[in-house]
């Protein structure tokens, strides 16, 4: 009897039985079990999105004003949230709507990536119920941060790379076209790019060049993955030229985030790798990193792209997260042969290490446990993005409470300074409604809108190190601490509320003082 998990012969590969044809048909895609996880998922996160409250990186893009570019980042993300905050109002809600779809977009992408590897309805369900309930890619699609974006971003590149390699090059005309608009969310994109291309050149089974048709197939020695590449740099190209004319300073920024990230980023990558799906989901990529290095020769340069890209992330030392695109795609190959594996006991199993999964993912991810008792529970250590979405308008009443207590002849003449872009973004969104001044900062991008004016001689400083400001003002002293009064320790709780007087030299000498990147 024929095995019923084997694919149909229209799949295989004379050469590889196991691996699939490029001209081959492919399985339906089950829209039933994927969209079902869509719209599931889509409900949880609305329902969810505005609870707790603004993440730092969401104030901060509400600040920024438009531009080709940042200091730190491309103009893609910002955008977005300008966009949305003009077309449907300036609120939590419609801010998070971009992370919230680009998550969907992300659950129907690796289902497809499964199906692309032949796999039929139990494994395209499993990747997206699997992918779609997993930590980081529900973290990153509840909070909009640029790496909400990139999670649908990179499986979509890697996607069209595949159906290039295995049925038609001419998907690398559309890879390139993807990786060019991922170049306005993020510069990180080339590193997958020359990941791929390591594993192409190094992981291509070679043996199989001495015939000519196997010849025409190595896709370097084709002309379309160079196109694809000439059409990222053309899309790409106003994000480079900015880049370029601006002295490249996300390369500043990504040595300044190596500088100060790198000791814990080395030391916390291994575990991110397990912990990024959920700990239940690991052995379904490692898997499908098996799986495709036995069974899918044409397809063994994602399994050297992997840890090309777990290199790049341990030398640059910036962030934990940056192989998490590949991870996903390579999860989505373990689901092909998980899931044909034949036993309805078998079955039943994966169903409930999935449903498991969710549970514990979904707790520590969203904000489903009481704000009041959080402080309580190991999440916040866990999940620093629920740490960095508490407090924020109680901090600015305790700033605004400061700002009351002063004189009404100095309040004329008194400005905010935040140690950064979190606090500053804080007070830009709650400020106006308490009455408070403007907010400068000399984090990040912030730092290039310039010093306050001449005529602001008082400045409440916000900031964690009250004796670095005494040389930098004519007196100083502490009028309050910040705290989000539910025992979160966050960056800001603790952290002095300082009066300071008359700029010592003004603010052209000290505003130099206070720029840094991180």
Not at 253 to 272: K, P, Y
Not at 498 to 513: H, K, Y
């Amino acid at each position: 009897m024929a095995d019923a998990s084997a694919p149909p012969d229209s799949l295989r590969d004379p050469e590889h039985p196991a691996e699939v044809r490029h001209t081959g048909s492919l399985p339906a895609v089950a829209w039933v079990p994927v969209g079902a996880a869509v719209l599931v998922l889509g409900v949880l996160l609305t329902a969810t999105s505005t609870r707790y409250g603004y993440h730092r990186d969401e104030l901060y893009f509400r600040m920024l004003e438009p531009a080709w570019g940042y200091v730190d980042q491309p103009p893609l993300t910002p955008w977005l949230v300008r966009t949305f905050a003009e077309l449907f109002g300036d609120t939590l809600l419609v801010m998070r709507l971009p992370a919230t779809l680009a998550h969907l977009a992300a659950i129907v992408v690796i289902a497809l990536f499964a199906r692309e590897l032949g796999g039929r309805g139990g494994a395209q369900a499993l990747a997206a119920w699997g992918y779609g309930t997993a930590g980081i890619p529900v973290a990153f699609g509840h909070t909009l941060l640029t790496s909400s974006l990139d999670l649908v971003m990179w499986p979509a590149v890697l996607l069209c790379v595949i159906r290039a390699v295995q049925r038609d090059p001419c998907w690398w005309l559309v890879a390139g076209l993807l990786a060019g608009l991922a170049l306005y969310n993020k510069l990180l994109v080339v590193a997958l790019l020359g990941a791929i291309l390591l594993g192409l050149i190094v992981a291509w089974p070679w043996r199989r060049l001495r015939e000519s048709e196997a010849v025409d197939r190595w896709p370097l020695a084709t002309i379309w993955p160079w196109a694809g590449a000439a059409v990222a740099l053309l899309v790409g190209l106003p994000n480079v030229v900015f880049q370029a004319t601006n002295g490249w300073p996300q390369l500043a920024m990504g040595a300044a985030l190596g500088e100060n990230n790198a000791a814990d980023v080395r030391s916390e990558m291994w575990l991110f790798q397990v912990l990024t799906l959920g700990v239940p989901l690991t052995l379904v990529w490692v898997v499908g990193l098996v799986w495709l290095w036995r069974r899918r020769p044409l397809l063994r340069f994602l399994v050297v792209a992997y840890p090309a890209l777990l290199a790049f992330t341990y030398l640059a030392g910036s962030q934990t997260y940056y192989a998490t695109g590949l991870l996903s795609v390579l999860f989505a190959a373990g689901c092909v042969p998980v899931a044909d594996r034949a036993g309805t006991t078998w079955r039943r199993t994966v169903v409930v290490v999935v449903a498991v999964n969710a549970v514990i993912c979904l707790v520590i991810s969203l904000p489903l446990v009481p704000v009041g008792v959080l402080g309580r529970t190991p999440i916040p250590d866990i999940n620093s993005a629920a740490q960095d979405a508490v407090g924020w308008p109680e901090y600015a009443r305790q700033v605004a409470a400061v700002y009351g207590s002063l004189p009404a002849q100095d309040r004329d003449r008194t400005v905010i300074l935040t140690q950064n872009y979190g606090e500053a973004g804080a007070m830009d969104r709650y400020g106006p409604e308490l009455g408070l001044p403007p907010a400068y900062s000399g984090h990040n991008e912030l730092w290039e809108y310039g010093p306050p004016p001449a005529s602001s001689t008082i400045a409440l400083v916000l900031t964690d190190a009250p004796g670095a400001w005494d040389h930098r003002f004519e007196r100083c002293a502490v009028r309050g601490r910040l705290d989000n009064g539910v025992g979160i320790d966050n960056e800001e709780q603790g952290v002095s509320i300082l009066e300071c007087r008359d700029p010592v030299n003004g603010w052209g000498a000290l505003w130099p003082q206070t720029r840094h990147l991180d």
